[in-house]
């Protein structure tokens, strides 16, 4: 007589994860704070063009002159930002898109070996 062997089922390996690594994090934040003062000083810049260009009437030159410094550094301020902002971007891309795949770990699967628990 032939004894019928029950066929055991082996899963497939499960597909590598790719966790993402905590300089993802620092750089995103980074970022992030580097966005948020780009903006702040883009209202400031803005805000001091404004003032400029109503002190520029020709009745205060001094005043005038005073506005036009320091809405200038306001802008050159703002656009350091921006190109920090730029840089922290593609950096968090970059961190984000090569993080390497990690092996998983098998998932318990001999729960129901030989009949029992």
Same mark, same amino acid.
């Given at each position: 007589?032939?004894?019928?062997?029950?066929?055991?089922?082996?899963?497939?390996?499960?597909?590598?994860?790719?966790?993402?690594?905590?300089?993802?994090?620092?750089?995103?934040?980074? @970022?992030? &704070? #580097?966005?948020? +003062? !780009?903006?702040?000083?883009?209202? /400031?810049?803005?805000?001091?063009?404004?003032?400029?260009? $109503?002190?520029?009437?020709?009745?205060?030159?001094?005043?005038?002159?005073?506005?036009?410094?320091?809405?200038?550094?306001?802008?050159?301020? @703002?656009? &350091? #930002?921006?190109? +920090? !902002?730029?840089?922290?971007?593609? /950096?968090?891309?970059?961190?984000?898109?090569?993080?390497? $795949?990690?092996?998983?770990?098998?998932?318990?699967?001999?729960?129901?070996?030989?009949?029992?628990?």
């Amino acid at each position: 007589m032939v004894q019928a062997q029950i066929p055991v089922y082996t899963p497939p390996p499960p597909p590598p994860e790719r966790p993402i690594p905590k300089s993802f994090w620092y750089a995103a934040g980074g @970022t992030g &704070v #580097l966005a948020l +003062g !780009t903006v702040a000083m883009g209202i /400031v810049a803005v805000s001091s063009a404004s003032s400029y260009n $109503e002190a520029n009437k020709g009745t205060d030159p001094t005043r005038a002159d005073e506005l036009r410094g320091r809405t200038q550094a306001f802008n050159v301020t @703002t656009d &350091v #930002l921006l190109i +920090g !902002t730029i840089i922290g971007a593609a /950096v968090t891309s970059y961190i984000f898109l090569t993080r390497p $795949e990690k092996e998983r770990a098998p998932a318990a699967t001999a729960f129901w070996k030989g009949g029992s628990f």
